[in-house]
Every structure is written in C-alpha cells, then in structure tokens.
C-alpha cells in the first residue's frame, strides 16, 4: 500500500469517519467553556446585543473594547438565522457555534494532511493522528479565538501552497491575525519561509496586503455593531499590553509551559507533545510548519502570562508534529500511544466542559415563574464574580446558605457541588430533581470517589 494513500482507502476513510463523528459528538457534548473567555467574551457579549445580558455585568475588557468584534459578529449571524424562524435559544446557538467551530477545525486537520503528506516518509502516521488524536475533537469544539484563528490559519497556508490563490489565503490569514494577534510570529514565520523559497514570491505581498485591509474594514465595521462605536479592537488590545494592563495576572517563569504541559495534559501525551516538537524541529528544520510553530512558541514561553488555552493554535500541527517520532524504534510505541488516544477519544468527547448549561436548561424548563435556589456556599450562577445571564431565561434568586438553621419551616430547593448532602440535611427529605451525573453511579462509589468529584445536584427538601 502506497503510504500516501491510506485517506481514499476503506481504512482510510473509516478512520476519517471516526474523526467526523468524534467532532459532532464533542459539539454537542463538550458544553459549557473551558476557561471564562470563551463564555464571557463572546456569549455575553453576543448577549448585550440580543438584550439577554446588561452592559454592566460585562467583564471590564467590554469598556475597553478589547475583544474581536469579527468572532462575535460571527455568533450574531448564527442568531439572526435563527430569529428568522423563530427558534432563537441560547442552547441551540452555543451548539451551532461549537459544531461551526469543531468542523472549520476538522477542514483544518484534513487540509493540513493533504499539503503535507508527500513531504514525510511516512504519512500513514499522519493520518492515523489526525483521526484518532483525543485532543483534537475536544479543542476544535472550542468557540474561541485561540482555537478558531488556528483553523483560519491553516487553511490559509493550504490554499497558498496547494492552490495558490492568494488572496483568499490573504483573507484568512489576516482573519486569524485579527482574531489572536499573538499569532504573529505563526503568520510572519510562515510568510518569511514562502518567500525564502522563491524571491519573485514578493509581489504577491501587495494581494496579500489588500486582503488584509478588506478584513481590518470588516472587523472595523463589526466593532461599530458591536460596540455602538467605531473601534479597533487589535490596537486596543495592544494599548493595554503596554499599559501593563495584563500584569495584573500573574506571571509564570519562561519554563513555565513545560510544568503546565505535565501537569495538565492527559499523561503521557503532555510529556509525548513536548518531545514531538523539539524532534521535530531538529529533523526538519527547513519545514514551513517549523517555521510557523517554533516562532509561536518562542514568543509564548517568554511571555510571562501564560495558560494551557494560548497554545490552542499548535494543537491543530500536532498529528503532523507526531510524524517526527516515526522511527524504526517507535513503531511499537506508536501503536500503544495510538490506542490510548482512542480509549480517552471514547470519554473525552462525552465530557462537558462546564456543568453550568445542563443546570441553567433544567432550571428554565422546570421553573418558568422563577425559583429561588439555596446554594451550599457557592453560587452557580457566576464564574470569576461577574453574573452568567446568556442561558439564563427565568428570574433565579440565589441564596447562599450554609445549614438548615438558615431556612424557615416550609419546602425549598438546594443546589450542591457533590453527590452527597451534608449529615446536617440528612433529616430534611431532600429528594434529587437533577443531577449532572445519573444517580445509579452512587452504586458505584469506590473508595469514596463521589465525596471528591464534583456533580452538580439539585435537591427538593422540606423542614420540619
């Protein structure tokens, strides 16, 4: 079998099967937000245009104007469209923009491998990667700048180099730019290696630039949409970084991100991706996706802030990183690692990111007059202090309480972090309304498990 042509064989495209279906799966499963960005600066943003969230509770880079208006800009097209056939849910538009995001990054994956492939001994591993690597279908489904800015970039370098059409090249390129300006070093390593290849590449620079100008207009235009003024969220961005507005949080030592990798990542992979990009970079020094993905990190690991979500826009590269390791001593651990990947494929995809949507939906459903709910000393509905409004459809007064002492003789409703109440509640008749996990698991609880993972319940409870 001639290696490269493992993606239109049976296997092949079973395996892409796989790839497909892992990606709905995590759509529609991967809920919630992997960090408060993703909710906060595109949800509740999307929301304070729809009337769902107030301008006040925004986080304080909305007076700012510091977050690409394009993004959403995109997620308010997604809302038009379902306003007009009078569905507009907020469940249904945070899928929609989950599966647009999970499939651009799938297009993205596909793409990558088929510009790539004659470039390697090979590429079966490549592939192999790019349909059963766990992370990939869970980072795709991420609405986010990291993530989707990877995507658009990525098919930007395919269409160059396959097709070379450049100013739809251009076009992407500069989105991605407009998305996550610290993709820079990515953009600029890669146009500095397609022009080192061939010199009279440099007047295609001015198509490129025009493209850019087109997609600075329309981010300008999405901003005044957005922000009810006309903007530049980019150099607003940049304004605060010499401001020293990002100090504030924290900084982490420039080998930082190898720790954050360790710790973090599923083991072994966090250990396996390092190696692979430092092999790599050894053995293909020449490669444009070293020149994109070295640059990137350099400029990352120097930065002092620094969280597992900012490198997002390499995992994309990752099957192609992998193929480093395709060495005569590495078959066997290949096959291993290949088969771990689909054993956490078949859990990770399952997993919600965040507890809170499955909440806030049975909330809605069961309480449409509103309800005031009595949290064991955290409120579910805020992250990092600042209110979640954009699923919330029903008036909910959250009380904090701590014990039974704290509520008058009557039947309320009780919201805790744990499959377990407190031994104070015993006596209280609580019964489950909901719970993120089904109860049949307390079966189960092993070496009390359930008394240190977090399940979110809901309990009707009556004092005497």
Request: aromatic content about 14%.
């Amino acid at each position: 079998m001639a290696m490269e042509d493992i993606r239109t064989t049976r296997i092949g495209a079973g395996f892409l099967a796989v790839a497909v279906l892992a990606h709905l799966l995590a759509s529609v499963f991967s809920t919630g937000f992997y960090h408060p960005d993703e909710h906060f600066h595109i949800l509740e943003f999307l929301g304070a245009r729809l009337s769902w969230s107030h301008e006040a509770d925004l986080p304080w880079e909305w007076p700012l104007r510091l977050r690409p208006a394009l993004l959403v800009a995109w997620a308010g097209l997604i809302a038009q469209g379902l306003k007009l056939v009078n569905v507009l849910d907020p469940f249904l538009i945070a899928w929609l923009l989950r599966l647009s995001a999970a499939m651009l990054g799938l297009a993205a994956s596909v793409s990558l491998y088929r510009c790539v492939e004659r470039d390697f001994p090979d590429s079966r591993l490549i592939w192999l990667w790019t349909c059963l690597l766990w992370v990939l279908p869970i980072v795709h489904a991420r609405f986010i700048v990291d993530n989707l800015a990877s995507s658009l970039f990525v098919l930007g370098v395919v269409r160059l180099l396959m097709t070379d059409r450049v100013a739809l090249s251009g076009l992407l390129m500069a989105t991605a730019l407009v998305l996550r300006p610290h993709l820079l070093p990515m953009v600029a390593g890669f146009l500095g290696w397609w022009l080192v290849q061939d010199l009279t590449r440099w007047r295609k620079i001015v198509p490129i630039g025009l493209s850019g100008l087109v997609v600075l207009t329309a981010e300008v235009s999405a901003g005044k949409w957005l922000y009810g003024e006309w903007t530049f969220s980019a150099w607003n961005y940049l304004q605060a970084l010499l401001n020293g507005r990002m100090d504030d949080f924290g900084s982490v030592p420039w080998w930082g991100y190898f720790q954050i990798m360790v710790d973090d990542v599923l083991v072994p992979f966090g250990a396996l991706f390092i190696a692979a990009v430092v092999v790599f970079v050894i053995r293909y020094p020449k490669h444009w996706v070293t020149w994109s993905v070295l640059p990137f990190l350099l400029l990352h690991v120097f930065i002092s802030m620094k969280h597992l979500r900012f490198l997002f826009p390499v995992v994309t590269f990752l099957p192609v990183l992998l193929v480093s390791l395709d060495h005569a001593r590495m078959v066997l651990a290949n096959r291993v690692l290949i088969g771990v990947s689909v054993l956490a494929l078949l859990f990770v995809v399952f997993m919600p990111m965040d507890r809170s949507p499955g909440l806030f939906r049975f909330v809605n459903e069961r309480f449409p007059e509103g309800v005031t709910l009595h949290a064991l000393g955290w409120n579910p509905y805020e992250r990092v202090g600042l209110p979640m409004n954009f699923y919330n459809k029903v008036a909910v007064n959250v009380r904090i309480v701590s014990s039974p002492e704290d509520f008058q003789p009557g039947e309320y409703y009780l919201f805790h972090r744990r499959y377990h109440l407190p031994e104070s509640f015993q006596d209280q008749g609580c019964d489950v309304l909901y719970s993120s996990l089904p109860s049949w698991v307390g079966r189960f609880d092993f070496n009390d498990w359930l008394s240190r993972t977090e399940i979110w319940r809901v309990f009707r409870c009556r004092k005497a």
